[in-house]
């Protein structure tokens, strides 16, 4: 079956500019995270969307960060006003418990 | 203190050998322990889980997990090149209502020929 996908694949932006990059999970998985891995660096968690529960946002590097999960599937992570400490590749992963987590390809950001 | 610590590596050994790639962490309460493997430009890959003290094997893969001394580890018998990667312990802990992963930094497994 279909994996985590992730779109765009890469994405280069002007400072200042906002951003959406979209995450679409595996049919039937109730959780989803986002995480921001820059390079060299391990797995920054950013935010985790449980079912119909409210998300757990406290990764969330600043108030520039936002995401949704629109009818318990796909989700959307946007970054308003997108500074060049952005750049990263941002990674989705989805489960269908709490236990194992499959990710998707990733979107490299790259601002300018 | 770093909640999930790892050694950055490289480490390097030759093929056929055994690597062993350790992980420490913080938290003593943690439950649940991943290894996931990535390799460069690609997403994480889950390889291994564990979740009560002892050895677990799959395969080549043996991930050995010490509640007491919070260490776990991940053994990779008769490695090959293929192997070469980087290697992400993650462990879920109270801390996050056991819900979240954290992610070690990894260490960069290097298998020559």
């Known amino acids: 079956g279909a994996g985590v996908s992730q779109s765009p694949s890469n994405k280069v932006t002007e400072k200042g500019k906002d951003v959406e990059l979209r995450c679409d999970p595996i049919s039937g998985h109730t959780a989803l995270y986002w995480y921001r891995q820059s390079l060299g660096q391990g797995l920054e968690f950013l935010i985790y969307?449980?079912?119909?529960?409210?998300?757990?946002k406290s990764g969330l590097p600043s108030d520039r960060f936002s995401a949704e999960r629109t009818g318990g599937s796909v989700s959307t992570l946007t970054i308003q006003r997108t500074q060049q400490e952005d750049s990263a590749v941002y990674l989705c992963?989805?489960?269908?418990?709490?236990?194992?987590?499959?990710f998707g390809p990733g979107t490299r950001l790259l601002v300018l | 203190q770093k909640e999930v610590e790892q050694n950055s590596g490289p480490l390097s050994v030759p093929e056929g050998a055994i690597a062993s790639l350790n992980c420490t962490y913080s938290d003593r309460v943690s439950q649940s322990f991943f290894w996931y493997r990535q390799y460069s430009g690609k997403s994480p890959e889950l390889i291994m889980s564990?979740?009560?003290?002892g050895d677990k094997e799959d395969g080549r893969f043996t991930a050995q997990l010490n509640k007491a001394s919070q260490y776990v580890s991940l053994l990779i018998r008769d490695s090959q090149p293929s192997d070469s990667a980087t290697y992400l312990c993650a462990v879920k802990g109270r801390n996050t209502g056991f819900q979240k992963l954290v992610f070690g930094t990894g260490t960069r497994l290097l298998v020559s020929p």
């Open positions: 969307f449980q079912g119909n529960s409210a998300p757990d």
């Open positions: 992963a989805s489960s269908p418990s709490v236990e194992t987590q499959y």
């Open positions: 564990i979740y009560s003290n």
